[in-house]
């Protein structure tokens, strides 16, 4: 069992990792930055990308997508330990 939490993913790729949320000018940067971010790794179209930049549970959502691809595609920063299987583990995409 795996469990997604945007802010560690976020954290993995040196982006910012809280206060996105919200329309204050400082909240809309760290959103565009991380959305630069994620440019990098996958291919978002400009309607995507619009819609990440004005929704911060939009930008989350697409971040525990791509942390939930990388259990089925096995390319987790790290292995879960033996406990993972009844305690559950934080999945991380490199």
Do not use: K
């Amino acid at each position: 069992m795996a469990e997604v939490f945007p802010a560690a993913q976020l954290e993995t790729w040196n982006l910012p990792s809280n206060r996105y949320n919200g329309a204050e000018a400082a909240a809309r940067e760290r959103r565009a930055t991380i959305v630069a971010g994620l440019a990098a790794r996958v291919e978002l179209p400009d309607a995507i990308a619009a819609r990440l930049l004005a929704s911060a549970d939009a930008l989350d959502a697409v971040v525990c997508a791509l942390a939930a691809r990388a259990v089925s595609e096995d390319t987790l920063r790290d292995e879960p330990w033996p406990e993972a299987v009844r305690e559950g583990w934080i999945a991380v995409h490199r």
